[in-house]
């Protein structure tokens, strides 16, 4: 057993820098896939250890999206991770459909790390995933890619035929002349190959389409529902070792000191290295490094530390909360506007730290030689990882290979700025090296309680919300202050997206709200607490929805009107909101009785509108209260309007998880501080819902024929205030702290 004390260097130890970034950006990265095969008549994954590089020899590339075989697949390289969301269906979905493939024939591999090829087009040169972007991003790109395939096949069936192109129809994979001549893709792929790219590229009219707005099953469907499908924990490579690591129990504390010999004689623990986030354990399997790191001595420096518990954040919340914040929004005059009401409102909310909680927890896969890294995860972030990894590992990005394999869900979490645990990863690959033990793969494995203590979390906030109103019951004022960590502080993103100091995905849903509301007021407080906070399941809206969809409702009620006729007459210049709340109404009977409960308990109905990352989302919630202050949530009735439908059964299985999700959070969600460490650790103490307690959900789509926009994350933020405008009408109680509770 080995042990190694390395101080790193800080400037190799840290995230990169903006200058970094934007280098990176520009770097050229290549890479490999592992996934999975699906069912024999459906769409498959590529098999694991499967090359994405250049076509071989008879295949036909006409770009980097698609290739085919003369085995006659077609074989779509999607350049968004699939964590859940159905990346893998929604994209070779739009290259089929312009092919005029058959959908057994396509198969799925994750592209490459190359933001120069697969760059999500919503965000520049930048490779990735989130923000609801990976449909809306690439609804063209995959389209035109397909439609360019289909007009090359065409053209060298022609060639080869001497006829006019005109002539010849394409339909399930299968090229047909009027004279009855016949040619598979593959047939005509090295043909194809020879012809030039066309330049433009006529795309479907709406009417034709053959896949697009229909259901279907899904290519990773049946690896995942029998245990084959390939997640980083499958990973087992030759010589491969198990790294875990122990985090300071406090927030900003350091490594003081450690015994590496007090994990001798522990069987299969290899090494005991230090890192700049912690001390690594690695050990010949994961079971050997967790009970070295239990044995491992530690004397933690909590001179840097955060000392502070949720109760004193808290407190100090309030207290910036009386004064001015940075302005984000100020229209009119609004606090002359709620000075001069008839009636005012005013309410406070509160919002706890939450825990991403993925099915998977954080973990990769790292090789190192002298010339190339090599990495296997559920790659979200390629271009930022990319660079952070390089830098610590002392290559050039484009020596970093990335591996694509299917995530364990992540809710924004592996999208980290700072490349977190894969720099830590790296970090022990290279300390390895440095001791002349490298060259061994390290497979890096966090825990739950590794994933919930020393994670990065949705930040907590504090609301502040007053409002007027006239002597017909108009809104004639608005203000609202919100108080809370800044994600993008510090990452490379705040010069890009933090303006005036308002870090704009703090006040996204609140400084957008779309009431027509001529006096409106919206304010800004980001302290520097010290706790690692990042985006979080559709981020801001995450607690804006809340706290404008509760106060409008209580606005409503106050007013003495309708909570949903209320909406509507303030949503006249917003048809996208007012389409999901009218669809959401109509199909939840809104104004009618529900059906009484038991004796002893009160039922009723609440609602919500939102509108997160471009996609409106109504939702409308029957409640149960008993008589001892109980509740259940008994159904949900969700509109969405995300424009044109690629996949119905895509889009209601994300309404149909962000409700789950959301609901989650809003019953049982908190992460809370003692002295600068987490109190929770695992789910006996961050419950999440149960399946028994998932209501009845029904998602209605709203038809459109503008382009798609996100559902991955719009589903989750109206959820939680329907739920409590529902409970306030059984009960008049409105409650102002979440997680919700009567008690």
Known sequence: ????????????????????????????????????????????????????????????????????????????????????????????????????????????????????????????????TGGSTAMANSFDQYRQAGAAARAM????????????????????????????????????????AKVAVPQNVKLKDAKDYVYIGKSFARPDTKAKSTGTATFTQDVKLPDMLTAVVAHPPRFGATVKSFTAESVQGIPGVRYVVEVPSGVAIVATSFWAAKKGRDALAIEWDDSTGLKASSADILAEYKRLAATPGKVARNDGAAAKAIAGAAKTVDATYEFPYLAHATMEPMNCVVKLADDRCDVWNGEQFQTVDQGSVAKIVGLVPQQVFLHQLFAGGSFGRRANPQSDYLVEAASIAKSLAAMGKGGAPIKLVWTREDDMKAGYFRPMYFHVMKAGLDSAGNVVGWQHRIVGQSILKGTPFEAMMVKDGVDMTSIEGAATLPYAIADL??????????????????????????????????????????????????????????????????????????????????????????????????QIVDVTVTSDNKFTVDRVVCAVNCGLVVNPDVVKAQMEGGIGFGLSAALYGAITLKDGGVEQSNFHDYPVLRMNEMP????????????????????????????????AAATGKRLRKLPLSLA
């Open 153 to 192: 096949l065409v053209s060298a069936a022609a060639q080869k035929w001497n006829v006019a192109p005109e002539s010849i129809s394409v339909k399930a994979g299968m090229i047909t002349h009027t004279s009855g001549k016949k040619a598979t893709f593959g047939e005509l792929a090295d043909a194809a």
């Open 521 to 618: 007021m919206v304010d800004l407080h980001s302290p520097q607490i010290g706790v690692p906070v990042q985006w979080w399941r559709s981020v801001g809206s995450s607690h804006n929805a809340y706290a404008t969809e509760a106060f409008i409702d209580e606005v409503a009620t106050t007013a003495g009107k309708d909570p949903v006729a209320f909406r509507k007459a303030l949503l006249t210049n917003h048809p996208k909101h007012l389409s999901a709340l009218t669809l959401a109404a109509e199909k939840a009977g809104w104004g009618t009785p529900l059906a009484p409960g038991k004796p002893g308990t009160k039922r009723s109905r609440g609602v919500a509108v939102h509108e997160s990352f471009n996609t409106a989302v109504a």
């Open 696 to 727: 009845a959900v029904e998602v209605h789509i709203v038809p459109s024929t503008e382009k798609p926009t996100g559902v991955g994350e719009p589903g989750v933020p109206p959820i939680a205030p329907a739920v409590a405008n529902a409970l």
């Open 1 to 128: 057993m080995n042990s190694l004390r390395l101080k790193t260097d800080r400037d190799a130890s840290t995230p990169i820098d903006r200058r970094t970034f934007l280098k990176v950006m520009s770097a050229t990265g290549a890479g490999l896939t592992l996934g999975i095969f699906a069912a024999d008549n459906a769409a498959q994954v590529a098999g694991p250890g499967k090359t994405t590089g250049t076509a071989a020899t008879g295949e036909f590339a006409p770009n980097a999206f698609l290739r085919i075989k003369p085995d006659n697949t077609v074989t779509v390289l999607v350049k968004h991770v699939e964590m859940g969301q159905g990346t893998y269906t929604g994209l070779p979905t739009l290259v089929a459909e312009e092919l005029d493939a058959a959908w057994s024939q396509v198969r799925v591999e994750g592209a490459p790390a190359d933001e120069k090829l697969y760059n999500n087009l919503l965000w520049g040169p930048v490779q990735g």
